[in-house]
């Protein structure tokens, strides 16, 4: 009787577990599916603007008269960057802000390689 039970009973909790496991990858597999649904909107307009970018650049770059003006609207900018930064190394708030945002984008990075991580697990 106990020759029979036994492995009764071991291919039951074999077949229980193996279950177990499975329904958790479906699980996994279906709010990975839902996330990429999600995203999907967001995706798409970010696809948009990079070929928009692109597209502006192109035509930047054979137009010389959009090109020079280009190439000073960058002069400028960096100027006004330079200037800006200069002034704002003083600035307590805007520092301690600015280092608030940087831990953010940190715990976020992180959260989304860990994310990609159980993604690929």
């Known amino acids: 009787m106990k020759k029979v039970i036994i492995p009764a009973l071991m291919t039951f909790l074999f077949f229980g577990f193996s279950q177990i496991k499975l329904n958790g990858q ?3 597999e279906k709010e990975r599916i839902q996330r990429q649904t999600e995203y999907r909107p967001i995706q798409e307009g970010m696809e948009i603007r990079r070929r928009i970018i692109e597209i502006e650049r192109q ?49 976020w990075e992180e959260r989304m390689k860990h994310r990609h991580q159980q993604e690929e697990d």
Do not use: A, R
């Open 26 to 28: 479906e699980k996994k």
């Open 59 to 107: 035509i930047i770059e054979n137009d010389p008269e959009l090109k020079i003006l280009d190439e000073q609207i960058k002069k400028l900018q960096k100027q006004l960057n330079d200037k800006l930064q200069e002034k704002l190394s003083t600035n307590t708030e805007y520092q301690e802000l600015k280092q608030k945002m940087e831990q953010i984008h940190q715990q």
